[in-house]
């Protein structure tokens, strides 16, 4: 009996879901612009004891990045005292180190099991691990209407990297007139639509070139590459399609950059957005300094007043007074939740355009916030990924678990 009322359970909850997988009309990127927040990077600076005022100040510099759009957290780990067991872990797999010592993680949604930077805090270039001219140029690309913009990087072999670049533009192109916008339902419109300065609703796809040997982008070329293991074997040029709040999808290499391949991916993109969880969507988000809601003009963030920066002194006294309960989890949380308020408050719905008429209101910024939590694990809910979890486990999961390239339905 107890068996017969589970599966019918079981069903109920998939009929549920299958009900809200055909709800949104929405095309994956320009739900993805709307809803899907960038997943966290992890700056872990280890020290022993204190920092010295410069190196505060340092700290301090790479923090305020934080408040330009930057999607990352600092962690700040005493080696002298007890550490979290994904911090230790972390600590463990650095083989040459000079204190302070500053690592960069991937976010945990990512299943990246790599560093994507090791340096001492002083060598550490914010600048251009926070942003760079390509991703800058990506950013207003996508800001622009474009449903995703797709980054060749580039082999350093002229005739395969120009083979790759006229194959890739020629399919993209044949997407553009093959693949119609979906009709999209007045209370799926996105919020920033009727925005006089917001983006278009269209399929429109770029290309942009990354060379390999761009001082100005290394560590996004790092960032590209260490995404998919087998891509540091790759010789050929590899295209990585991205969308939304700059999530890159999974790569096509040299030899999958084939007209059918391309078109699974677009078609992924414009269709309607089947599931609204970003982490059961494929890929991995950039590391990007966007404030994406400012840039669509959802927020009136001019009457806001500025967020407090938090120093490294804030830190040091915060994780003191948590030092006996390790609750870091809640720490980022509040402090993230403070920061978004704000914005939170201020955006505003509008109502819907030519491309479905309806009586229906378009609905608010907070009903459709309260309708994705519904669907979203409590984990998400909780944004327990700003934490990185680096244990052991997780990193086994993580190696077992990574996207591999073009893995589209």
């Not at 099991?113 to 001219?133: G, Q, V």
């Amino acid at each position: 009996m107890k068996s017969t009322k589970r599966s019918a359970g079981a069903l109920l909850v998939l009929l549920m879901l299958a009900n809200k997988a055909v709800a949104c009309t929405l095309p994956v990127f320009a739900y993805a612009l709307e809803r899907w927040e960038p997943d966290a990077y992890a700056v872990m600076v280890f020290y022993e004891d204190s920092l010295s005022q410069a190196e505060e100040k340092a700290v301090d510099s790479i923090m305020a990045h934080t408040y330009r759009g930057g999607n990352f957290e600092v962690h700040l780990v005493d080696v002298a005292d007890s550490m979290m067991q994904w911090e230790e872990f972390v600590w463990e797999q650095q083989t040459a180190h000079e204190l302070p010592w500053l690592v960069v993680r991937y976010p945990r949604g990512s299943y990246v099991n790599a560093d994507l930077w090791t340096s001492r805090l002083e060598d550490f270039p914010i600048e251009r691990f926070a942003n760079s001219p390509m991703r800058r140029e990506i950013a207003r690309r996508i800001l622009d209407g474009h449903s995703a913009v797709w980054v060749l990087l580039m082999s350093g072999d002229k005739a395969a990297d120009r083979n790759a670049s006229k194959k890739l533009r020629a399919a993209l192109k044949e997407m553009e007139k093959k693949i119609e916008l979906p009709e999209v339902a007045p209370q799926d419109l996105p919020i920033w639509y009727n925005s006089e300065n917001g983006p278009k609703l269209r399929i429109y796809f770029s290309v942009v070139h990354l060379s390999a040997g761009d001082p100005a982008e290394q560590l996004f070329v790092r960032m590209l590459r260490n995404s998919l293991p087998e891509s540091k074997e790759r010789q050929g040029p590899i295209a990585f399609p991205v969308m939304g709040q700059g999530r890159a999808l999974p790569a096509l290499v040299e030899e999958q950059m084939t007209p059918e391949m391309i078109e699974r991916a677009c078609r992924f993109l414009s269709g309607p957005c089947s599931c609204v969880i970003k982490e059961d969507n494929p890929g991995f988000d950039l590391m990007m300094a966007v404030k994406w809601w400012d840039e669509l003009r959802i927020a009136d963030t001019a009457s806001a007043p500025a967020p407090t920066l938090m120093g490294f002194m804030d830190m040091v006294e915060e994780k003191g007074t948590a030092e006996s309960t390790k609750d870091s989890a809640s720490r980022v949380e509040s402090k993230e939740a403070a920061k978004l308020s704000v914005v939170e408050e201020k955006k505003v719905s509008k109502a819907p355009s030519k491309i479905a008429q309806s009586t229906k209101p378009t609905p608010t910024v907070e009903s459709r916030e309260a309708e994705s939590k519904t669907s979203e694990p409590e984990s998400r809910r909780n944004k327990d990924s700003l934490l990185v979890d680096r244990s052991p486990t997780a990193s086994a999961k993580s190696s077992s678990s990574s996207v591999s390239c073009a893995v589209y339905p």
